[in-house]
Nanobody
């Protein structure tokens, strides 16, 4: 059974930083492409960044230069370092494989950026 547990969200002022964590069980981040996704209120869920099984990190154009995805294969955990946060980054953030598997969605972690 796959379980993905996101943590690290919170309230931050514009320009601030947060680091999100996704602890995985039942799936190995070292051999799967993993992604961070977000869903803002009233909007569709979107892919923010992905990291390939080989470790190549690819951010979405909207966050390039501000967000960095990484992983620790020993801890089986995926991270999202978010810098220069803006109010439009406010959303619930989730991790999943990429492409996502419906049964893998967790509760997510709320990120709120105040102006």
């Amino acid at each position: 059974q796959v379980q993905l547990v996101e943590s690290g969200g919170g309230l931050v002022q514009a320009g601030g930083s947060l680091r999100l964590s996704c602890a995985a069980s039942g799936i190995f981040v070292s051999i799967n492409t993993m992604g961070w996704y977000r869903q803002a209120l009233g909007k569709q869920r979107e892919l923010v960044a992905r990291i390939s099984s080989g470790g190549t990190a690819i951010p979405a154009a909207s966050v390039k230069g501000r967000f960095t995805i990484s992983r620790d294969t020993a801890k089986n955990t995926v991270y999202l370092q978010m810098d220069s946060l803006q109010p439009e980054d406010t959303a619930v953030y989730y991790c999943n494989s990429q492409p996502p598997v419906p049964n893998y969605w967790g509760q997510g972690t709320q990120v709120t950026v105040s102006s």
